[in-house]
């Protein structure tokens, strides 16, 4: 299995309401990443979790919020988004983001386009 | 900051044609990864490219990557529409967590 999966694959909220978007991986994988993408600009680093700890924050707003229960799954919780959060959301993982291997090679879901109304 | 400049930043040719992309930094990475994204979806990752000076193919594709790890290229072979999407290098940096995109190619190939 070398899928990234996530739900929901389109998602509108309201700017007071509370969701989150989920991310799943079966590859073994031990660094799970989640990106932001505004059209036609290239991805944007916001979370990295590395064995299931957070090891970088992007200095993300507090209204997201990201959780990874085990190594194979990874969560954004949402809360009081803003308009201007409207966009692709994308999560990858890598075998290991860091030491083990000379490289990052990251594979990536199909991504949460997210409305905020 | 390391910076990935791509070019062309956009490039609409007719199919059958052939085109090159290139991806050029001032700083040194460890390795190279090539995606192709389309409209709405996530990147799929094409190839990635470890040692100075390798070539690598897929198909009709040809990537290299610069003697000093610097810079790397994507040539396509006889386009087809089906090469349509957004062409993403980014690199690596000896082990950090954080790759650094490339600012992107679009391609349009017209049937």
């Known amino acids: 299995d070398t899928e990234v999966t996530q739900t929901p694959k389109h998602l509108v909220m309201g700017m007071t309401n509370k969701k989150s978007l989920k991310c799943e991986q079966h590859?073994?994988?031990?660094?799970m990443y989640w990106y932001k993408q505004k059209a036609k600009k290239p991805p944007e680093l916001m979370f990295v979790?590395?064995?299931?700890?957070?090891?970088i924050n992007e200095s993300v707003p507090s209204r997201f919020s990201p959780e990874c229960p085990n190594s194979s799954l990874l969560n954004l919780h949402l809360h009081a988004l803003q308009p201007e959060d409207s966009a692709l959301y994308l999560c990858a993982s890598s075998q290991d983001g860091q030491g083990a291997l000379s490289y990052n090679e990251q594979f990536f879901g199909p991504g949460t386009r997210l409305t905020v109304l | 900051t390391q910076l990935l400049e791509q070019s062309p930043q956009f490039l609409s040719i007719q199919e059958g044609e052939n085109l090159t992309v290139y991806c050029n930094s001032s700083s040194v990475f460890s390795s190279l990864q090539w995606y192709r994204q389309e409209p709405g979806e996530g990147p799929v990752l094409l190839v990635t490219v470890v040692t100075g000076g390798e070539v690598k193919k897929l198909k009709r594709l040809t990537f290299q990557f610069g003697d000093a790890r610097k810079d790397s290229s994507l040539h396509i072979t006889a386009a087809q529409p089906g090469d349509t999407g957004l062409y993403l290098c980014a690199g690596d940096d000896f082990g950090n967590e954080k790759l650094t995109f490339g600012t992107g190619t679009r391609l349009t190939i017209i049937p």
């Open positions: 590859m073994g994988h031990r660094a």
């Open positions: 979790y590395s064995y299931e700890k957070l090891s």
